[in-house]
């Protein structure tokens, strides 16, 4: 049975950092990790994706340059560093996993979601 725990939010002033982990746990094969988040009255959007088969990265163009996707294979620990936090990335944000080789940005294509952490940027 695959789990996703996410940890890591909380609330941090513009121009600050936060690190997310989501911990993967279940998978039998290779799998892919997104990050996505979900604005108060907005549609969820996909912020970072990568693979567990070649550490492939991808990010939404909001956030690039901002934010890092890491992997730690030893933990089946996905991590989200955040810099440079705004306002507008406050959100709830999700890991989520799906089985496979090609990580996206569209929600649909993962299967498995975790309960979610909240982070809030705000002076």
């Known amino acids: 049975q695959v789990q996703l725990v996410e940890s890591g939010g909380g609330l941090v002033q513009p121009g600050g950092s936060l690190r997310l982990s989501c911990v993967a746990s279940?998978?039998?094969?290779?799998?892919?990790i997104g990050w996505f988040r979900q604005a108060p009255g907005k549609e969820r959007e996909g912020v970072s994706c990568?693979?567990?088969?070649?550490?492939?990265?991808y990010y939404a163009d909001s956030v690039k340059g901002r934010f890092t996707i890491s992997r730690d294979s030893a933990n089946d620990t996905v991590y989200l560093q955040m810099n440079s936090l705004k306002p507008e990335d406050t959100g709830v944000y999700y890991c989520?996993?799906?089985?496979?080789?090609?990580?996206?940005?569209?929600?649909?294509?993962?299967?498995?979601w975790g309960q979610g952490t909240q982070v809030t940027v705000s002076s």
């Open positions: 989520a996993g799906g089985d496979g080789y090609s990580p996206s940005l569209l929600d649909w294509t993962y299967d498995y």
């Open positions: 990568t693979s567990s088969y070649d550490g492939s990265a």
């Open positions: 279940g998978f039998m094969d290779y799998y892919v």
